[in-house]
């Protein structure tokens, strides 16, 4: 049975789970009824001891993935363009190091994360600035995973930028400006950050990270932003989470709001929630399927649509449930992987009287090891799988300057492995093999995926 929750609830909640689990600032907001209710705790700067409040703006990272989609389908109602479209159709320059597949990618596989391009493509700004028409043409250089629409989903924040820019074409706008114009100004979102310099104006979360050389202590983090190039992804956008619980509502009424309003139709709206595309097992704990913009999962008496975001030493966390008009979010600015699920428990029984989506349960399974030694690499990590006596091992190496981590290969499922990395927060995560049959082909970390090269 759900219940009103009110801010002292929230407040109280808040402060003992973050605490609990040691995370550095925190605000949270759950959406019942038409109305926000608010809380926040801890510091925004670990440094200056700048406490968080309610209205304090932090990165969302790739929760703004549903504001680009969100943008794409404004154009679709307009008859500007079609999810069918080849992105060829609009961008007459973009390639890809595979010819053929630049070719055949469409905007909807760049929605719905079906396009084969590496995705953790994150190229220095130039020196003269941020540009997403520069990012797109280094895309000339990134490689495919596999050809458009023939493989599993694999996470790419690259095909983001490139809807981005779709979006600036036919718009003539800036990414950043177009989100404010379109988005963000008509829904009266008031705490908002779409251009870094504009953080000035509010009092602003920045990342804490865990300390390499320690991994259970916090240090803030080296840079305060992803590529700014990378905007249309999720690299720049920052909100209060009250702003991003109203844009949240908009998309829950089908695109409506105000007084007979609409910032999309009825019909892009549920599209974005529907065009489903399915997602292997594993992939995120209490997710089932991809949307457009939006990942998704129908779980026991409830049906849910979300995001997470996460930049440097900043993660959020969103979920809406459109037939009870719910809806709750969570940013904090360290890892908090932990404190979410903490929350999420917390805050599924009370307002839906329902549990978290169980994953699957581990059955017994003894596996052969020469299916699944080698290397697999993406754009962003090497990740190597040895043998020993019988039992496999995991090696990660970022390219993007995350920790390494190491583990064993804990035997769960068919194909599926638990990875036993002590004191770091890969520990428990599940890792599994897809396609082949004898050599597997990718390996599946959470919703990335590497292909195998030895």
């Keep these: 049975m759900s219940a009103n929750l009110t801010a002292d609830y929230l407040q109280s909640l808040l402060d003992e789970l973050r605490e ?76 890809l190091a595979e010819t053929k597949a630049a070719r055949s990618v469409t905007i909807r596989q760049t929605l719905n ?21 520069s990012y797109v043409r280094k895309m000339a250089l990134l490689p495919s995973l596999y050809p458009p629409g023939e493989g599993p989903m694999a996470y790419c924040n690259s095909g983001f930028v490139v809807a981005g820019r779709i979006v600036e074409v036919l718009t003539g706008l800036p990414w950043q400006t177009a989100v404010l114009e379109r988005i963000c100004k008509p829904l009266g979102l008031s705490h908002v950050v779409a251009y870094p310099h504009e953080t000035l104006r509010y009092r602003c979360a920045i990342g804490h990270i865990a300390d390499p050389k320690d991994m259970t202590k916090i240090r803030m983090a080296p840079h305060t932003f992803l590529s700014l190039s990378a905007a249309a992804a999720g690299a720049v956008l920052s909100m209060s989470v009250e702003s991003v619980l109203k844009f949240a509502a908009v998309h829950m009424a089908n695109g409506a709001y105000g007084d007979g309003k609409s910032l999309l139709s009825v019909q892009s709206a549920q599209r974005m929630q ?49 037939d009870k008009n719910i809806a709750f979010a969570l940013f904090t600015n360290s890892p908090s992987a932990k404190l979410y699920d903490a929350i999420e428990a917390q805050l599924m029984d009370a307002l839906l009287g329902t549990p978290v989506a169980p994953q699957p349960p581990q059955q017994s399974w003894t596996p052969d090891p020469a299916l699944y030694v080698g290397r697999y690499a993406n754009i962003g990590a090497i990740y190597d799988v040895s043998e020993k006596d019988g039992a496999l091992a995991l090696c990660v190496k970022s390219k993007l300057g995350a920790p390494d981590v190491q583990g064993r290969l804990e035997p769960y499922r068919e194909d599926v492995f638990a990875l036993q990395a002590l004191n770091t927060p890969a520990d428990g995560q599940k890792i599994s093999f897809h396609e082949g049959t004898g050599p597997r082909i990718f390996i599946r970390i959470g919703l990335r995926m590497g292909r195998r090269t030895q």
């Excluded at 679709?76 to 479209?85: C, F, H, M, N, T």
């Excluded at 994360?113 to 028409?133: I, R």
């Excluded at 930049?311 to 979920?319: I, K, N, P, S, V």
């Design 20 to 95: 609990r689990h040691n995370v550095t600032g925190a605000t949270l907001g759950v959406l019942q009824g038409g109305e926000i209710a608010t809380a926040a705790s801890g510091l925004l700067n670990m440094e200056t001891r700048v406490e968080a409040t309610p209205d304090s703006v932090f990165q969302i990272g790739s929760i703004g993935k549903v504001f680009t989609t969100t943008l794409i389908m404004q154009l679709a109602d307009e008859g500007r363009l079609s999810l069918d479209d080849k992105v060829i159709a609009h961008l007459k320059d973009f390639t």
């Design 113 to 133: 994360h079906t396009s084969g391009m590496d995705g953790d493509f994150f190229p220095a700004d130039d020196p003269e600035g941020p540009s997403t028409l």
């Design 274 to 322: 529907t065009d489903i595309t399915p997602i292997p097992l594993f992939s995120r704990v209490g997710m089932t399927h991809w949307g457009l913009g939006w990942f998704g999962c129908d779980g026991h008496g409830y049906r849910m649509v979300g995001h997470d975001g996460a930049t440097f030493g900043q993660f959020a966390y969103l979920r809406t449930f459109p």
